[in-house]
């Protein structure tokens, strides 16, 4: 789970990841960084996010969230997407045309 309105009400770009042991859930809270030579989305509502598998040209699949769109404090839009590789948890930015990522309250789906 990524971003969105805290208890508090604040805006953030927290990263939340979920396991599941049998009928036990697990959760660790990943913060955004303070280094900012490390990339990192911006915290965002309305957006969406999804699991993706990326197979390798070895053939090889690897788990990454796909964070896109969402709305700023003044509700505009935010026109960017985020892939998150879940193994070295590290975030990269997709160039994709805004036709496709300038939206808030959307929602996205992947299928396996």
């Not at 197979?55 to 796909?66: A, D, K, P």
């Not at 990269?92 to 309250?105: A, G, H, I, M, W």
């Amino acid at each position: 789970m990524f971003g969105g309105i805290d208890i508090g009400m604040r805006r953030t770009n927290d990263l939340h990841i979920f396991t599941i042991d049998n009928t036990i859930i697990h959760f660790e809270k990943v913060v955004a960084p303070s280094d900012l030579m490390l990339e990192w989305p911006r915290w965002r509502i309305a957006h969406s996010s999804t699991v993706i598998n990326i197979v390798t040209s070895h053939g090889q699949e690897s788990h990454h969230i796909l964070v896109i769109g969402g709305g700023d404090n003044d509700l505009e839009t935010i026109s960017d997407c985020w892939i998150l590789d879940l193994k070295h948890m590290l975030w990269s930015e997709v160039d994709l045309p805004e036709s496709v990522t300038k939206r808030f309250d959307h929602s996205v789906s992947s299928f396996v």
